[in-house]
Structures are given as structure tokens and as C-alpha cells.
């Protein structure tokens, strides 16, 4: 086994340290065993040094540093640069591994030199238990929507040709950096397996704020529509019709909701759930 490790696992943690140590087993129990994590404390105010130093003193393979905060993409960039490792795995602190996650990625990656983001079935876990319904990739509908979560697995020379994470970005970092990746070519691999475990808290403060603040959203997709705005315009040439579409689909969209059917349905919900 070669003392270079072939994946990196970056775990950005910010006050998540309550979650932290049941990740950092599922990166323990990896069947693959050449890899370093790096955990990178995010300024966070509870115990997360003192959770991650154990992980450290246990195994040499975990390293830990401290950083002031300046949120997801900072911390990413920050850990990605600390390590030289061929694969890069960006790990949420809160989320967990299968065992054999690192088995697999890393021999499909060695066989097919020209797979530019890896990722798996994600089975979500907490207060939900359903798997995370994503997007089937085409670099179009990437320009649209995301298709891949931010946890995938991509090569470190990629992460540098095109600059790492934007660091502007409070939020779609993940989105707006497979977009830069994949613009210029190569695949994108989906394990057709749950190997991936994704938290799902009782509330999500990011997503609640898309829903109370309209700006905030719409301030990010102009950003990422801004920043690619050459491929955007090379991928849908005539806004004008892309436009007139949406608004046919708005036009259906209300309809149905004033539909009897669907208001019925939506009250039933709302019984059920109390």
C-alpha cells in the first residue's frame, strides 16, 4: 500500500459535533482502507475539538484542524488544500457511510479514468427513511438542477483546474462547482446501490429560508446563471421560447391547485399529519 493516501474524506463540522462521532465510525469502518480524513472545525462553539481530537489519538489516518468560520465552502477549500490525495470526498458531519462506500467508488474511479463525479443511492435516515430522488445527469438538466448531492467523489486535478469551491457561495456551492467540472466533458457515475446515508433533521434553517426569503433565493441562481452565462446561452440559445414554456407550465401548474381534487388532497394532508 502506497503512504500516499488515494481518497481524502473532507468533513466540514460547524456545531454538529453531537452527529460527529457516529460519521467518523462509518469512515473507521471502511472496507477501503487508504484513505486520511481531514476534519475541519468551522468555528464551531460545542465540543467539536474535543470529539474529533479522540477520533485523531485513535487512528492516524483522522486529522483535525481549526479555522474561523466562513461556512461550507471555505472549510471544503481549507481541507481539500491539506491534503494531496488523488480522490476527493467531501463527507457531511452528520451523515454516515456504508462500509464498503470506499470499495466500490475507488474501483470503479481506477477503471475509468474519464469519471468526473461518483456518487451512490442516497437512502435518507433521521425523520426520514426514503431514498433521495435525484435527477438523471445530462450537463443540460445540470444547468437547471443539481443531480448530484455535495457529498461525491471527484479528482483532486479537477478541484484545481477549475479553482475549488466559490467562496462567495452561501449555499448552491456544490451545484455551481459541477457545473464548472463538468463544462469541460467526462462522466458522472451513480452506484445504482445505497451506500450513502443522508441526515434529515425535524428543520432545516437553509431550506426554511428559501421559503421566507424569496431574495435570498433567487439571488443565488442569478449568481450561478451569471457567473456560467456562456454555457447557459450556448445550452438554451432563445430564452424567449424557454420562457413562453414556463409560463404554460405555471399557467397549468395554478390550475391544478384550484382544481377540487387537489385542494381536497392537500386538507387530508394537513389532517394526517396532526
Same mark, same amino acid.
Given at each position: 500500500?502506497?503512504?500516499? @493516501? ?5 468533513? @466540514?463540522?460547524? +456545531?454538529? *459535533? ?42 492516524? #489516518? ?19 488544500? &491539506?491534503?494531496?490525495?488523488? =480522490?476527493?470526498? @467531501? ?13 466500490? *467508488? ?7 479514468? +474519464?469519471?468526473?463525479? &461518483?456518487?451512490? !443511492? ?19 438538466? &445540470? ?13 483532486? *486535478? ?24 463538468? !463544462? ?14 443522508? #441526515?434529515?433533521? $425535524? ?5 426554511? #429560508? ?21 454555457? =447557459? ?14 409560463? $404554460?407550465?405555471? *399557467? ?10 387537489? $385542494? ?11
Amino acid at each position: 500500500m502506497s503512504n500516499m @493516501p488515494l481518497v481524502a474524506i473532507i468533513v @466540514p463540522c460547524y +456545531n454538529q *459535533a453531537s452527529f460527529l462521532s457516529e460519521s467518523l465510525r462509518s469512515v473507521y469502518n471502511q472496507t477501503f482502507k487508504n484513505w486520511e480524513c481531514i476534519i475541519v472545525n468551522d468555528g464551531s462553539l460545542d465540543n467539536t475539538e474535543e470529539t474529533a481530537s479522540a477520533w485523531v489519538q485513535k487512528d492516524a #489516518r483522522f486529522k483535525y484542524v481549526l479555522k474561523t468560520n466562513g461556512g461550507l465552502s471555505s472549510a471544503r477549500n481549507k481541507g481539500i488544500g &491539506l491534503s494531496s490525495a488523488k =480522490y476527493i470526498f @467531501p463527507f457531511d458531519a452528520d451523515d454516515k457511510l456504508h462500509e464498503t462506500y470506499l470499495e466500490k *467508488a475507488v474501483n470503479i474511479l481506477e477503471k475509468n479514468n +474519464n469519471i468526473e463525479v &461518483l456518487s451512490s !443511492k442516497v437512502q435518507f435516515f433521521g425523520v426520514k427513511d426514503d431514498i433521495y430522488q435525484l435527477p438523471d445527469y445530462t450537463f443540460e438538466t &445540470l444547468l437547471l438542477k443539481n443531480c448530484f448531492i455535495a457529498c461525491s467523489i471527484f479528482k483532486r *486535478a479537477s478541484y484545481i483546474k477549475v479553482g475549488g469551491y466559490d467562496e462567495n457561495l452561501k449555499s448552491f456551492e456544490d451545484w455551481d462547482f459541477w457545473i464548472s467540472i463538468l !463544462k469541460y466533458g467526462g462522466e458522472a457515475h451513480v452506484i445504482d446501490e445505497v451506500l450513502y446515508y443522508y #441526515r434529515k433533521h $425535524k428543520a432545516n434553517s437553509l431550506s426554511n #429560508r428559501f421559503y421566507t426569503d424569496g431574495e435570498f433565493y433567487y439571488s443565488l441562481y442569478n449568481y450561478v446563471y451569471k457567473k456560467h452565462i456562456d454555457l =447557459y446561452l450556448n445550452a438554451f440559445p432563445n430564452f424567449i421560447f424557454v420562457y413562453k414554456d414556463y409560463l $404554460k407550465f405555471k *399557467a397549468f401548474n395554478e390550475k391544478v391547485k384550484r382544481n377540487i381534487f387537489f $385542494k381536497t388532497y392537500n386538507q387530508l394532508k394537513k389532517i394526517l399529519k396532526k
